[in-house]
Each structure stands twice: as structure tokens, then as C-alpha cells.
């Protein structure tokens, strides 16, 4: 294992470090110590390292994360693992705004509660969060699953296009074209499947499943005469 | 962009440590504000009778042995004061009015920072190191105290436009974001008497604060009208004699953290000012929900959701 102690050195030479071993990659596990709130830590990283970061993490933390599996032993600042393209981080405290954004792929999981626009503009990533979730979540949101074991926010799925939401406490209010959905057995087993692998001791079948009303997202031709 | 941070004691036991605590607070938050930086601390309140001004003069050459002279003269009251820098603290015992209007008509140059009991604030342009080693901050002592490092968008780089602003007794009020109805509203507090020393977006907040606490309001009511009456988007920490709050707009589109232990609440922009602080590692961190209020009073600590 190799240790990094951001205590004596730069972000920019961790980052650097895990860029250039990926290629050889002589060393799997990466143990980061004293974070300390620092911004940009592991990102960009495209091999299938393990990431330990000891401690709360700053602003886009895993950020476009490719095969590696991060983890963090704290709280993350704006934009963890935002435009994450594939592999696993996971968040042992709170997430703040804007996790998972615009992500393709890959799984996070939030161990604690996230903040707003959690999954904003999510584009095929499977996120679970194990507390609630803060307003405008999921805004936008394309392709993927996005699981709440506690409550959601405002305004949650508007203009959402095919991402499908999950939650299991109560929805402070829908966005614009997003409905609540039939939990069919197929949605209960994909569900179950899903809060197994992030490590959830949770029952899907007491979630409720909401999804797009599909009224919004394409172009209404009879509307033509409005430009 | 901007930082705010601030540091509210629960301890007493650590209120000779206040500045040394703070100190790094303010200097984490640079990247986010290096064009200037400044802060309002609480402690060594004055007696009942007396007031407590700060007053900053353009350069650190000014004659305020003059103007205390000139002030004793003109009010014949007991007073106290000690230059630090470009400021100086001066205790005096008389009316705030009076000595407004004495330092009006002595040394119209000369801006009163803060007025009250217990508040001084101290400012400046340059990096938040320049400032805090230009004022001593290390070896302050208070209960607690609100700090801004200052990334200019809504007025130029000033040693007036820097912050924190207060404009009502006690009362401060730091701010990362910008308000759009700031030019409106000043002019509508104007005309209740509200008095503003620049055209800066975050003195109106403050001014409004101090309106609605002249009105008879609560802390909590103030800053629940303030929800409505200020458009834009808003992280406040506010600081008064007693007492330390945090508010976000209802967008919460500007950051915030908070930290609690058994010894002090802690607030910042990002959690890296708060890294250095004590038993850090143990604290509950977390991040204040939009639209939500978060008080503590000296004898009380409540965090009431709206």
C-alpha cells in the first residue's frame, strides 16, 4: 500500500502520482492522509486503483473517476464524483451539493445525507444514499438510478428525462413532469439488487418508484406557432 | 466568490485563545478572497453608560492623539482608547449619538467602523495574512468573532468596500453572494433613517438586519423577513453582542459548513478553514439546509429550523 500525506505534500503531486502508476500499475491501494478538506483530490484517475482517503474531502472529489474505487473515510465538498464515467466511491459521512453530477456510469454511494441537486444532469450513474436528500435532485436527469433510503427535498426529478428514483421517506414536493410510478416486481428485484450492492440493509419493497411523465422532454410540434 | 468564516465560544476557558484560533480560519479562506479581508470581534464589553467605537483612518500616520484630545475637549467625557494600525479603539462614556456628531464635525475623514458595547471591527485591502498580522489578530481575546476574505464583484476594491459591514449597535453581518434588489432597498431604509457609507450590496443586508432589530424584532424574526425581503443569492454568518447566526438563501447556491464540539460552533465558506481548529476530528460537521436558521445566544445554543 501506498501512502500519500497531504499534511507535507500538494494535491497536485497526489493526482499526479496516481496518473502516471496507473499506466504500470505496480500499486493497487492508495492510502491518503490529512486530507483536510482539499479540493480536486483523486480525479481523473482511469485504472482499477484503491483510493483510501482518511478524512473529509473538498469540492469534486473523484471527480470523472474511470474503474478506480474511492473511498472516503468523512464528509465531501460540491461535486463529488461529478461526470464519473465508471468504477465505485463511496462516502462514509455527508455529501454537499451537486453529487454525482452529470456522472455516465459507475456507482456512488453516500453513507449520510447528500445536499442539493444531488444527481443533477445524471447521465447513467446508480446512486444510493443512505440519509435524505437536499432540493432540485436529480434536475434534468437523463439515464441511471438515483436511491433515497431517508427523505428528499423540493422540487425532486424536474424535467427528468429517464432516470428512475427511488425513495423510501418522504418527498418534500415533484418538479415539473416527474410522477410518482407503479413499483412493478421487476422495479422491487432491480431495487433489491441495487441497495445490496451499495451495502444496504434496506427492503425494496418499501420504497416508492417515480420516473418521468414523458409530457416535457420532446418538442410538442403543436407548440410550433409559439416561435 | 468570497469567504466567511466565523468562531463562536462556548467555552469561556478559551476566550484568551479566540484570535490564535480564527487566525488560520481566515488565512484558509484566501484562494476565495484575496483582495481584502477583515473581521469583527466580540469581547472587553464597556459599561453600562459608555460606548465602544472603532474608527479607521485612511493611512497609519493620522493624528488620532489629536482628535481624542479635540473629543475629550468638545464632550468632557471619561475615555479610553488605543491605536492599532490605521484604527483605533476608543471607549468613551457618552451618547453614541453625541460622539457621531462630535467626529462628524472633528474628522469627517475618519469612518466609524463599528459602534456598540462589545464589537470592533478591523479591515483592510490585502491578502487575509496581511491583515490579520497587520491588526494583531493572533493575540486577540473575545467570545467570538466573524470574519471575510473579499473577492470583488458588485463594488471596487476599497478599503470601504471591504468587509464586514455593521450599521446598527453590536450588529455584523458577513456575506458570500451578491443581492439584486441591494440599490431599491437601500434607498427604501434610507428613507427610514438607515445610514450607508458605500454602495456596496452587502451593507444593505446589514442595514436591513439593523432596521428590523430597531423595529423590536427578534434575531430569528429578523432574519426570517429577510428570506422575503432580499433577492439574491446569500450565505450570512451574523454576529451581534451576544449571540452568533448563520442563514442561506433558499437556493443555497453559495457554500457553507458548520462545525459544533462541547467548546465552540464554527462556520466557514469550506471545510478547509475549519481543519485547524481543535478536536475538529471529533466534531459534528455539517452542512446549514437553505432557508434554515442557525442560532446560538450566550446561555442558549439552538439551531431552529423555519
Same mark, same amino acid.
Given at each position: 500500500m501506498k501512502t500519500f500525506d497531504l499534511g507535507n505534500t500538494t494535491v497536485r503531486d497526489l493526482n499526479q502520482a496516481l496518473h502516471d502508476q496507473a499506466k504500470t500499475l505496480e500499486e493497487r491501494e492508495w492510502l491518503v492522509t490529512h486530507p483536510d478538506g482539499a479540493h480536486n483530490l483523486a480525479v481523473g484517475v482511469n485504472e482499477a486503483v484503491s483510493v483510501d482517503i482518511q478524512g473529509h474531502a473538498g469540492y469534486y472529489c473523484a471527480g470523472m473517476n474511470q474503474k478506480a474505487s474511492i473511498t472516503v473515510h468523512g464528509n465531501v465538498g460540491v461535486g463529488c464524483a461529478e461526470n464519473m464515467m465508471s468504477g465505485y466511491v463511496r462516502v462514509k459521512g455527508s455529501a454537499s451539493q451537486a453529487a454525482g453530477a452529470t456522472a455516465h456510469g459507475g456507482l456512488l454511494v453516500i453513507e449520510g445525507d447528500a445536499g442539493a441537486r444531488c444527481g443533477i444532469s445524471m447521465k447513467g450513474i446508480d446512486i444510493v444514499v443512505g440519509g435524505s436528500i437536499g432540493h432540485m435532485s436529480c434536475f434534468m436527469g437523463q439515464a441511471g438510478r438515483l436511491v433515497v433510503c431517508g427523505d428528499a427535498g423540493d422540487a425532486l426529478g424536474d424535467?427528468?428525462?429517464?432516470?428512475?428514483?427511488?425513495v423510501k421517506g418522504k418527498v418534500e414536493s415533484l418538479g415539473s413532469d416527474c410522477i410518482e410510478k407503479e413499483m412493478r416486481p421487476e422495479h422491487i428485484e432491480e431495487l433489491q439488487a441495487l441497495l445490496n450492492k451499495a451495502g444496504f440493509n434496506e427492503k425494496a419493497s418499501d420504497f416508492k418508484r417515480y420516473?418521468?411523465?414523458?409530457?416535457?422532454?420532446?418538442?410538442?410540434v403543436d407548440n410550433a406557432c409559439a416561435y | 466568490m468570497c469567504g466567511i468564516v466565523g468562531l463562536y465560544l462556548? $467555552?469561556?476557558? &478559551?476566550?484568551?485563545?479566540?484570535?490564535?484560533?480564527?487566525?488560520? @480560519?481566515?488565512? #484558509?479562506?484566501?484562494?476565495?478572497?484575496? +483582495?481584502?479581508?477583515?473581521?469583527?470581534?466580540?469581547?472587553?464589553?464597556?459599561a453600562d453608560g459608555w460606548v465602544k467605537l472603532t474608527l479607521q483612518a485612511a493611512s497609519d500616520d493620522y493624528d488620532f492623539k489629536a482628535l481624542v484630545g479635540a473629543l475629550e475637549g468638545k464632550?468632557?467625557? %471619561?475615555?479610553?482608547?488605543?491605536? $492599532? #494600525? %490605521?484604527?483605533?479603539?476608543?471607549?468613551?462614556?457618552?451618547?453614541?449619538?453625541? !460622539?457621531? %456628531?462630535?467626529?462628524?464635525? &472633528? #474628522?469627517?475623514? !475618519?469612518?466609524?467602523?463599528?459602534?456598540?458595547?462589545?464589537?470592533?471591527?478591523?479591515?483592510?485591502?490585502?491578502?487575509?495574512?496581511?491583515?490579520?498580522?497587520?491588526?494583531? &489578530?493572533? %493575540?486577540?481575546?473575545?467570545?467570538?468573532?466573524?470574519?471575510?476574505?473579499?473577492?470583488?464583484?458588485?463594488?471596487?476594491?476599497t478599503m470601504e468596500g471591504s468587509h464586514p459591514f455593521s450599521t446598527g449597535a453590536d450588529l455584523c453581518l458577513v456575506h458570500n453572494g451578491s443581492l439584486s434588489n441591494h440599490f431599491r432597498l437601500r434607498q427604501e431604509l434610507r428613507r427610514e433613517g438607515i445610514q450607508f457609507d458605500t454602495e456596496n450590496d452587502t451593507e444593505v443586508a446589514a442595514g436591513y438586519l439593523a432596521w428590523r432589530l430597531q423595529q423590536g424584532d427578534s434575531l430569528k424574526t429578523a432574519l426570517d423577513s429577510s428570506l422575503e425581503?432580499? +433577492?439574491?443569492?446569500?450565505?450570512?454568518?451574523?454576529?451581534?453582542?451576544n449571540g452568533f447566526a448563520v442563514i442561506r438563501d433558499p437556493i443555497a447556491c453559495k457554500p457553507a459548513i458548520l462545525a459544533e464540539t462541547d467548546d465552540?460552533?464554527? @462556520?466557514?465558506?469550506?471545510?478547509?478553514?475549519?481543519?485547524?481548529?481543535?478536536?475538529?476530528?471529533?466534531?459534528?460537521?455539517?452542512?446549514? !439546509?437553505?432557508?434554515t436558521m442557525y442560532i446560538w445566544e450566550r446561555e442558549s445554543a439552538q439551531g431552529a429550523r423555519t
Open positions: 424535467s427528468l428525462y429517464e432516470t428512475k428514483i427511488f420516473g418521468s411523465a414523458r409530457q416535457l422532454y420532446n418538442f410538442k | 462556548k $467555552n469561556p476557558a &478559551l476566550e484568551p485563545q479566540l484570535g490564535k484560533l480564527f487566525e488560520p @480560519m481566515l488565512e #484558509a479562506m484566501t484562494d476565495r478572497g484575496p +483582495d481584502s479581508a477583515g473581521f469583527a470581534i466580540y469581547g472587553d464589553e464597556v464632550l468632557a467625557a %471619561s475615555l479610553d482608547w488605543f491605536q $492599532n #494600525a %490605521s484604527a483605533i479603539v476608543l471607549k468613551i462614556k457618552a451618547e453614541e449619538a453625541a !460622539v457621531r %456628531s462630535a467626529l462628524a464635525e &472633528l #474628522a469627517p475623514d !475618519v469612518r466609524i467602523m463599528s459602534a456598540g458595547k462589545s464589537i470592533e471591527i478591523l479591515k483592510g485591502m490585502g491578502l487575509p495574512k496581511e491583515i490579520s498580522e497587520r491588526f494583531g &489578530l493572533g %493575540s486577540m481575546k473575545g467570545s467570538h468573532i466573524i470574519g471575510h476574505t473579499r473577492m470583488a464583484t458588485e463594488s471596487a476594491v425581503a432580499l +433577492d439574491g443569492f446569500f450565505t450570512f454568518a451574523i454576529g451581534t453582542r465552540y460552533v464554527a @462556520m466557514a465558506s469550506e471545510y478547509q478553514a475549519l481543519s485547524s481548529l481543535p478536536g475538529i476530528e471529533k466534531a459534528k460537521v455539517w452542512e446549514p !439546509v437553505p432557508a
